[in-house]
């Protein structure tokens, strides 16, 4: 069974059950390919999850993280 969900935590990240265990995340609004940054990242549990879309979120700035969560 897969489970969606969007958490405040993340904003612009989708995270669902990883069919074979784990936990995948999947960006609502995807970025180039050349960014340098992710589009889908992946984790044993949840917390190794948010440890990595931490780090994501720390790549992406400020001003481009709030123009993906659609914040002004």
């Not at 897969?2 to 960006?27: H, L």
């Not at 609004?29 to 879309?53: D, I, W």
């Amino acid at each position: 069974m897969i489970v969606m969900t969007t958490t405040r935590r993340f904003p612009g990240w989708d995270i669902i059950d990883g069919a074979g265990g784990g936990y995948i995340a999947i960006r609502t609004v995807l970025v180039p390919e050349n960014s340098g940054l992710s589009n889908v990242r992946c984790g044993a549990t949840l917390p190794e999850l948010y440890k990595r879309l931490e780090q994501e979120s720390r790549q992406e700035g400020p001003s481009l993280a709030r123009k993906l969560s659609g914040a002004a």
